[in-house]
């Protein structure tokens, strides 16, 4: 008999399964916690960030206010030190204007290699101490 194919989920940036991002907040595309994404992702919430207020204050610049709550899309707003799925793109920006959140790579979905590089994500990543 033939093993039946088990259906591969997600990969991370480091091509192992895709962790969570976020227990506490509902981040990514389904909200699930996880920085999954699909097709109808225009964004492309695949980086795993830890909030800094730095940063918080440069995407409220750029216009995505990520701080303020929003009820009504059940938005608690973040503060330093929350986990959130970026827009890769986003955090190329950042990481352009110097105010690069730290990620966390086993958290950060594949696709994101399609915009940001490895070695910037490396570079950025969560040490086991922080």
């Not at 989920?9 to 699930?32: A, F, H, I, M, Q």
């Not at 966390?104 to 950025?124: F, G, N, P, R, T």
């Amino acid at each position: 008999m033939i093993a039946p194919i088990e259906k591969q989920g997600p990969k991370n940036v480091l091509g192992e399964t895709l962790v969570p991002c976020c227990n506490e907040l509902s981040t990514g595309w389904y909200r699930n916690g996880t920085c999954e994404t699909d097709a109808n992702d225009g964004g492309r919430h695949v980086i795993c960030a830890h909030m800094t207020e730095e940063f918080l204050s440069f995407s409220k610049a750029m216009g995505n206010d990520l701080s303020t709550p929003m009820p009504q899309y059940n938005f608690p707003g973040l503060k330093e030190g929350d986990c959130w799925c970026l827009c890769a793109a986003r955090w190329q920006e950042a990481l352009e204007s110097g105010v690069a959140p730290k990620v966390k790579l086993a958290a950060c979905e594949e696709s994101a290699l399609e915009v940001v590089s490895l070695e910037d994500l490396k570079a950025h990543q969560i040490k086991e101490s922080e």
